[in-house]
């Protein structure tokens, strides 16, 4: 019996600041994805540090997971110890891989991100139109929804060989910034998954916001889930995250919501 072939595997970088043409990140990724010319493309974002493990051998776990429509793979934020804006944004971005790994092994996922992910160069390019491609952001997210909406095939393969090392914001501004364009697509989602989950995060930090003691019932589950992804953030790190982030929040919530009109094509 003659075994099966790889599939071909090339890796697209969307190199930041390229405003191809004044369109934005999703019309610079059409234009890479389709000069692919492979069955699958890996995107990654060109400022994180890249996994150790190599295409081909990428290539190999994709045959043996039986060549998965969405490979969604994990991500780790490493940044300077010494300054608290980058320790509460390593914390936060630990329990967000959690809950993205967690949910997309189960076969539900609310989370991805273009920073590691692969995926069928033909299935991405069928799914364009359903990108947003007028909304700066979402690529990933709004990739995610179109693939469950069409019943292809998602999975994750959580190992530290796939990982991927992305960088903090360096200030509070560029972090508010980057997180009120993550929160200004939140009206465009349409997966049931996707808004339950969004609607209970936003339902308990309202009600921490209003009742403070909540934050006692919330941090126990919340504390052990970023242990689960980061080991080195400290319990003071993450509790001081738990108390500012109803606030933080709504914030970003109200930024981006109000600014969801807006065409910003950026990466």
Known sequence: MTPPSLPSL?????????NDEHLGKKHALRKLISAAQTDYVWMRDDDVTPPAILPKDMALLLCRLGCPDLLILPLRMEGNPERLIERLQTAEYAAIQAVTMQTATEGRAVMCSGANLIVRRD?????????????????????????????????AWDSPEAT????????????????????????????????????????????????????????????????????????????????????????????????????????
């Open 123 to 155: 299935r991405w390019l069928e799914s364009y139109e359903e990108l947003h491609p007028e909304l700066p952001s979402g690529d990933d997210m709004f990739l995610l929804e179109s693939f469950k909406r069409r019943g292809l095939r998602i999975t």
């Open 10 to 18: 090339s890796v697209v970088i969307p190199r930041r600041g390229i």
């Open 164 to 267: 991927a090392v992305v960088r903090p914001c360096p200030t509070l501004r560029t972090l508010l910034r980057q997180r009120m364009r993550w929160a200004g697509k939140a009206g465009h989602y349409t997966d049931g998954d996707i808004r339950r989950y969004g609607l209970t995060i936003a339902v308990l930090n309202l009600l921490q916001a209003v009742f403070p003691p909540i934050l006692l019932l919330k941090f126990p589950y919340e504390y052990r889930l970023i242990k689960t992804r980061d080991r080195s953030v400290s319990l003071i790190t993450a509790l001081l995250l738990e108390a500012v982030y109803p606030w933080y929040m709504l914030i970003c919530l109200i930024g981006g919501l109000l600014s969801a009109g807006q065409k910003h094509p950026q990466f």
